[in-house]
């Protein structure tokens, strides 16, 4: 994409959507944590579904680490993959009560060292938390930066390398949540509505 189409991009996506944001519900840095782990391969609409029970629940890391994996398991089973995470949350609440006082670490190395937490999820964390700049891919990313020829590369860690170097860091975060948005609401996996897509003049998939 040429530095003038990368400019319309960022300017047509910051007016349609001027508030980029997570669509998780949370309200402390522990529930961000816990809500996007559970978000890998699911919908954050599913995720948000089961987080209102669970933060009841389990209001911090010291109580997530005392949980029991069979209540943990009921209140989450709606997730995709509800027991291998069920396992890694408890024992992310052990790790972070044992080694980062009931903190959530500010480093990608830390926070790959938890139990379910990857390179997107680490990178979700320190983005949300402005601690350092990230652009995390997630599947909606990955076929948008495809379609919009931003990247050819073959994994999300690929495209997110070809991502950062397209984009001042500055535009990470907000362009990270507008692309999503994007995903979502016009670019859908299945059936993209180009015809009404305010990217369409750009965009070399446009049909």
């Not at 522990?30 to 609409?45: P, R």
């Not at 964390?125 to 931003?150: C, M, N, Q, W, Y």
Request: one cysteine or more; hydrophobic letters at 35%; a positive charge.
């Amino acid at each position: 994409m040429t530095p003038q189409k990368r400019k319309i991009l960022v300017q047509t996506l910051a007016e349609l959507y001027p508030d980029p944001h997570s669509e998780l519900d949370f309200k402390n840095e522990y529930q961000l944590l816990i809500a996007v782990m559970l978000s890998a391969q699911c919908t954050d609409k599913k995720v948000n579904q089961v987080t209102p029970e669970l933060f009841k629940t389990y209001p911090n890391f010291k109580a997530l680490s005392q949980a029991k994996l069979a209540d943990v398991e009921r209140i989450i089973r709606p997730i995709n993959y509800y027991k291998t995470k069920s396992k890694n949350l408890i024992a992310t609440g052990k790790e972070a009560v044992d080694r980062f006082k009931s903190k959530v670490p500010d480093t990608h190395k830390e926070l790959t060292s938890l139990p379910g937490v990857g390179n997107k999820t680490a990178n979700v964390i320190l983005s949300e938390k402005g601690v350092v700049p990230a652009f995390p891919v997630d599947t909606h990313i990955f076929r948008l930066a495809h379609r919009l020829g931003l990247s050819k590369g073959k994994t999300p860690d690929h495209v997110e390398a070809d991502l950062r170097d397209e984009f001042p860091s500055s535009e990470w975060r907000n362009l990270h949540h507008r692309l999503i948005f994007h995903g979502r609401r016009v670019c859908g996996a299945r059936s993209p509505q180009c015809e009404a897509c305010a990217l369409r003049a750009i965009c070399p998939s446009a049909t």
